[in-house]
């Protein structure tokens, strides 16, 4: 599959949603390339989904993450659902299907797919809204407005963002959605584990939409810089956001 080939949403899930790129070019299904030189490769399936790269150095965000969280993050963490993903798909009755329809038409009881597919497109999103500080600039433009008629402000936003990621209770993901049936209304939420956004069958109805901003709360996310501090560890990555990125994944 072409590289920058959109991943299209339409034909997944319903009516009222249009076909416009998600984690275009970051999800892997096929049989891309893999460089077996380098340990992210080697901890990657061979077929089937592959491990995105993160199109920074593993120091580029420091000091709001570390070197090494981010290496082991991407190359233990990350790889590790990529591999169990595949595993999975094994002889499954979804193997070939997109990321996202396998995300939106799995159940509850698909564990090994839950977690690890979600795992996978959780992590491939989380890095892609990410950016060395020196790029980052604020919302604008139509997400900008957006933004302020969903959340009246953009301080409002983070501050909602804020809110989910410290309030969730153990691992999960603190989420900016979009409603696929009123473009024009973001809202924020909160997943547990693995879940997100787009698994349908799974979470709750007022949850649901088109992800466009996760936030991994996982302890693995921060604990070796952060220890039992969430809370800056969140105020510190809500300072890395690529919000063109975030921008370009709306419908
Ligand atoms: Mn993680």
Redesign the pocket.
Known sequence: MDKRTFIKLSGMAGAGLVAAPLVSGLIGCGNAPVDPGTPAAQDAATTGFTLPELGYAHDALEPAIDRQTMKI?HER??AGYVRKLNAALEGHAMAGQSLEALLAGLGPNDTGLRNNGG?HF??AL?WKVLTPSSEATGPSGMLADRITASFGSQDALLDALSQAAGSRFGSGWAWLVQDENQPDRLFVCSTANQDNPLMKGVVEADHQGRPLLGI?V?E??YYLNYQNRRTDYVAAVLNRINWSEVAALMA
């Open positions: 993050h963490h990350h795992g959780n992590h989380f991994d996982w693995h996310a």
